[in-house]
């Protein structure tokens, strides 16, 4: 699925984030110390190289909501944007933090002038956010940014699953055209 609001592609995809040649920055669900660890966090620092994580130790810790930006070493992008989202249930407010996260990383990329940028549905799967209301938070982010865009003409969301794909799709279809 894809659609354009304003200078933007928005799309939606089933596969898998580390193999996104056509993007320049990939976002990665990262863990406050900016570790490898499981889910998209793991993938992407097999895929990145060892490089990756001794570049992020002087970068870590960052707090629920935050981005930061590193080479991307091995993968086939330019650049990774890490962001810390909230664990459901823990860190509050969840909606407002996992927000930022995507306001954050759309912040740094337009400061280093980078046009594409691929997400995951962040703090979905180990952290516990519900799909659902994840996915309307993200895109009430990026949506509520697009005006401000000058540098991303294409946002990119890799799911890791057709369910999850078939949520954002319903939810970016429903929002886009409210």
């Given at each position: 699925m894809e659609i354009e609001k304003g200078s933007v592609r928005l799309e939606c995809l089933e596969g898998?984030?580390?193999?996104?040649?056509?993007i320049d920055a990939v976002v990665n669900a990262a863990n406050a110390y900016l570790r490898s660890g499981?889910?998209?966090a793991g993938a992407i620092h097999r895929a990145a190289?060892?490089?990756l994580e001794k570049v992020c130790r002087p970068l870590?810790?960052?707090k629920?909501?935050?981005a930061v930006i590193t080479p991307a070493f091995n993968l086939p992008n330019r650049y990774v944007?890490?962001?810390?989202?909230p664990v459901y249930g823990v860190d509050k407010p969840e909606g407002g933090i996992l927000f930022r996260c995507y306001s954050n990383?759309?912040?740094l990329a337009?400061?280093?002038r980078i046009s594409s940028v691929a997400f995951p549905a962040i703090s979905t799967g180990i952290f516990g956010f519900p799909m659902e209301k994840a996915a309307r938070v993200a895109f009430a982010a990026i949506l509520s940014m697009v005006p401000e865009l000058l540098s991303v003409t294409s946002i990119r969301f890799v799911l890791y699953n057709k369910e999850s794909l078939e949520v954002h799709e319903s939810v970016l279809a429903e929002m886009a055209n409210s």
């Open positions: 898998d984030i580390t193999r996104q040649g056509d499981g889910g998209v190289g060892p490089e870590s810790p960052i629920p909501g935050e944007i890490h962001c810390l989202g990383a759309l912040k337009e400061k280093h």
